[in-house]
T-cell receptor, first 115, second 112 residues
């Protein structure tokens, strides 16, 4: 299957700082990538849809000024958590859909801990 | 709207079979199945498209009943490695966004 990478795997930061998470599709071009958030023992909640060359589409209740998304190229999307607070601590996972097969693949996830 | 998955959890002995169901109140374009192990990202299992598909790979197969907006995942002769949480992701339109909405998950435990 296709490969999606994410970096970093985990990050610990202090409250008030910003954290950038990168998501790359390694063997296909993705005009659309998705960012999810997952709390322990819960389902995957879609935060936003990242569109290459245009603004991201955010789900209801997700603050676009807090979770900045940039989709600079067909293989890279970034999520920046600005002014992070402890309640932002979570598992953040990106995904990308292979346009040739409709299959959607997830990156390995980034565990964010805000102290 | 989040699809409904059942059961919430199931415990099996190695070699036993299991069925996980996923249903939606909306007309579906596709259903995607994933398995997630603790602390890891979900791993893609298979996709079923509108048209009433059935698919399988080794001892894991799935069906999609378009009329009922339901999909079922069948695990045959389960192995220890099948343990994990299974999620179905549903797509309700064939528009450009192609967003998936995930069910609450089914926790499967296979015991030796």
């Amino acid at each position: 299957g296709a490969v999606v990478s994410q970096h970093p795997s985990w990050v610990i930061c202090k409250s008030g700082t910003s954290v950038k998470i990168e998501c790359r599709s390694l063997d296909f071009q993705a005009t659309t990538m998705f960012w999810y958030r997952q709390f322990p023992k819960q389902s995957l909640m879609l935060m936003a849809t990242s569109n290459e060359g245009s603004k991201a589409t955010y789900e209801q209740g997700v603050e676009k000024d807090k979770f900045l998304i940039n989709h600079a190229s067909l293989t890279l999307s970034t999520l920046t958590v600005t002014s992070a607070h402890p309640e932002d601590s979570s598992f953040y996972i990106c995904s990308a859909r292979d346009p040739s097969s409709y299959e959607q693949y997830f990156g390995p996830g980034t565990r964010l801990t805000v102290t | 709207q989040q699809p409904v998955q059942s059961p919430q959890a199931v415990i099996l002995r190695e070699g036993e079979d299991a069925v996980i169901n996923c249903s939606s109140s909306k007309a579906l374009y596709s259903v995607h199945w994933y398995r997630q192990k603790h602390g890891e990202a979900p791993v893609f299992l298979m996709i079923l498209l509108k048209g009433g598909e059935q698919k399988g790979h080794e001892k894991i197969s799935a069906s999609f009943n378009e009329k009922k907006q339901q999909s079922s995942l069948y695990l045959t002769a389960s192995q220890l490695s099948y343990s994990g949480t299974y999620f179905c992701g549903t797509e309700i339109s064939s528009g450009s966004a192609r967003q998936l909405t995930f069910g609450s998950g089914t926790q499967l435990t296979v015991l030796p």
